[in-house]
C-alpha cells in the first residue's frame, strides 16, 4: 500500500469483525514501525503493553468509560503507550532542555503511535485511539512502572463497515507563511 493511500484510509474505527485476531509477530511489527519515528536526541521513550487475550482485554475494556469500550468491542488488541518521562526533551542531568520538559516525550510518542496507526491500516488493520482511560488502573493490569507515564489505549482490529472522512479545516485555516 502506498503512504497516501494508508493516510487516506485511515480512520477512527468503532465497529470491528468479531472472531478476527492478530498474531505477536504481526504486533512486534507494528512496534518496530513506531520504533522508526524520530524522537528527541534519539531517546525512543515509548513503551508499548498489549492486551491480546479475551481475559487481558476484559480487564483493560473495565479501565475505559462505556462508550471506549463499546467502541472498541470485538478489537483483536488493546495496545496501551506509554513513554518514558524526565528523558526526551531533558538533558543527561535531567534537566528540561526547553519549556517543554516531558511533554516532548508525549510528543515523540504521537509520532511512533502515528507510524503504529499507518501501519495496521497497511496490514488491513484499523485503530481507534483512546485518551479517556483509568491510568492507574492501567498501570496495576501491566505493572507498569511509575517512570512512565500511561497517555493512551489503541484498539487494533478490523473494521465491520467504514468510517466516514470527518471534516478538515481549510488549509488557509491552519498555514502561514511569511
Known sequence: MELMQAVNERRSIRNYKEGIGITEDQLKELIACAQLAPSWKNSQTGRYYVALSEEAKAKVYATLPEFNSNSSKNA???IVTTFEMKRAGFDREGNPDNELGDQWGA???GLQ???LLLRARDMG???LVMGIRDSRA???IF???ESQQVVAVIAVGV???DGVMPKRKDIESILKVL
Open 76 to 78: 483483536s488488541a488493546l
Open 107 to 109: 510528543y515523540d510518542l
Open 113 to 115: 503511535n502515528e507510524n
Open 125 to 127: 488493520y484499523d485503530t
Open 138 to 140: 492501567i498501570r496495576e
Open 143 to 145: 505493572d507498569i512502572p
Open 159 to 161: 473494521r465491520e463497515n
